[in-house]
T-cell receptor
């Protein structure tokens, strides 16, 4: 069981860059690192996924060090609409997509 | 491409009844997973189906079951409903459920048990 650990909450202001770090202590060789965003009463929305080094898409960047024991989700210039819970789930079983979600990081963006 | 769809979106049942929830995966996706989300336990994995076979199962009682059809659509069933089954039930699909295959979630079905 690849359990992950992330901060319970974070606060930011509009226009700032936000970095959320996740610990992946028991990550397996085949596991990928995925981040999701969730708004109340909605399904988690995929943000970004990577295996190692850096991945960037139109909404975020993902930094993964060589040992893959952690990952950092970077959200550039956040807005009020980025207020949500962010998850970096682990894998329940190696080789199977049975995600294990922790409590996530509740990001509050202030004006 | 259409996303994962779930029906119904909201459901109210009473204790002891049973319920069936439906999930249509993204076109071309053959792996479907189900999750339960409650305020107390968070998001928990129920089971995963691929090619009409259950490949993986979470730690839930036998009252929770599912199936997958040849077109990859999936249903989950909860029998003898309990108050604690009130939750947001989420379906997620991926190409083949491999580690590199991203899971995309549907909007969920909100089940309320009275």
């Amino acid at each position: 069981l690849a359990k992950t650990t992330q901060p319970i909450s974070m606060d930011s202001y509009e226009g700032q860059e936000v970095n959320i770090t996740c610990s992946h202590n028991n990550i397996a060789t085949n596991d990928y690192i995925t981040w999701y965003q969730q708004f109340p009463s909605q399904g988690p929305r995929f943000i970004i996924q990577g295996y190692k080094t850096k991945v960037t898409n139109e909404v975020a960047s993902l930094f993964i060090p060589a040992d893959r024991k952690s990952s950092t989700l970077s959200l550039p210039r956040v807005s009020l609409s980025d207020t949500a819970v962010y998850y970096c789930p682990g894998e329940q079983d190696t080789g199977r997509r049975a995600l294990t979600f922790g409590s996530g990081t509740r990001l509050q963006v202030q004006p | 491409k259409a996303g994962v769809t779930q029906t119904p979106r909201y459901l109210i049942k009473t204790r002891g009844q049973q319920v069936t929830l439906s999930c249509s995966p993204i076109s071309g996706h053959r792996s479907v997973s189900w999750y339960q989300q409650t305020p107390g336990q968070g998001l928990q994995f129920l089971f995963e189906y691929f090619s009409e076979t259950q490949r993986n199962k979470g730690n839930f009682p036998g009252r929770f079951s599912g199936r997958q059809f040849s077109n990859s659509r999936s249903e989950m069933n909860v029998s003898t409903l309990e108050l604690g089954d009130s939750a947001l039930y989420l379906c997620a699909s991926s190409l083949e459920g491999r580690p590199a295959d991203t899971q995309y979630f549907g909007p969920g079905t909100r089940l309320t048990v009275l």
